[in-house]
Every structure is written in C-alpha cells, then in structure tokens.
C-alpha cells in the first residue's frame, strides 16, 4: 500500500506532480499543431472541434490523475452537438486526438507515464 500512497502524492520515485491540468496540455497540443506541425486550416479547425475540453474527468483535471477508466468512460458517453449519439469513427477520432493531446504533455511537463495508460 506505500507505493499507492507515494504515487498518490506524487513521491514515488520516477514519478511527477506538473500540476498542468488537461486544458493546459489541450491548449499546448493546439499551439504545437498548429505552429510547429503547420497542419492545413482545415485539420486545424478539425482537431480545434475534437480537442477535449470537456475530457474525462474534467478539463480541471490534473493530466497525471486522468485514469483509462475515465478515459473509456468519457469515450462511452461522447455525443454529438444535437445530443445524439455519434458513430463510432468519430469517438475513435476522439480518442486518437485525446493520445496526441496526452502524449505532448509527457513531452512539454515531463512525466514519465502515459496518462490514462
């Protein structure tokens, strides 16, 4: 139970607290796209209208506490701007922006995890 409590807090050894929540490494994903990657407008306005603002479980989240548990969740219940349920290439969309969005963010505040992983 005490490397729970040490991963908990953030002391386990290899371990990392950025205290960069889900927003902030959804707004350095965009920036990273757009500028460094130079994606066309259109992609731009794509990844801008999946990015995960409202990720699991929220975009107030500590980006190293988000779970795959919450992950699948957020995935199961996604829905489109009507409310309607949307196809399943559009939550796999989803989800392959959410990895990128996560896998910036080991990059940019170092962890050395995959969140939600």
Excluded: C
Excluded at 5 to 19: E, K, M, S
Excluded at 29 to 52: G, I
Excluded at 72 to 77: H, I, L
């Amino acid at each position: 139970m005490r490397r729970f409590d040490q991963a908990r807090r953030g002391t386990l050894p290899g371990a990392v607290r950025t205290g960069a929540r889900l927003d902030d490494a959804a707004a350095e994903w965009l920036r990273y796209v757009e500028h460094d990657r130079d994606v066309k407008p259109s992609t731009l306005r794509h990844y801008r209208s999946t990015t995960p603002t409202s990720s699991p479980p929220s975009p107030a989240s500590a980006i190293e506490d988000i779970t795959t548990a919450q992950v699948e969740a957020w995935r199961a219940e996604l829905v489109g701007a009507n409310g309607r349920p949307i196809s399943n290439r559009t939550r796999n969309n989803a989800i392959a922006v959410l990895h990128g969005v996560l896998e910036r963010s080991r990059k940019v505040f170092g962890l050395q995890f995959k969140p939600g992983g």
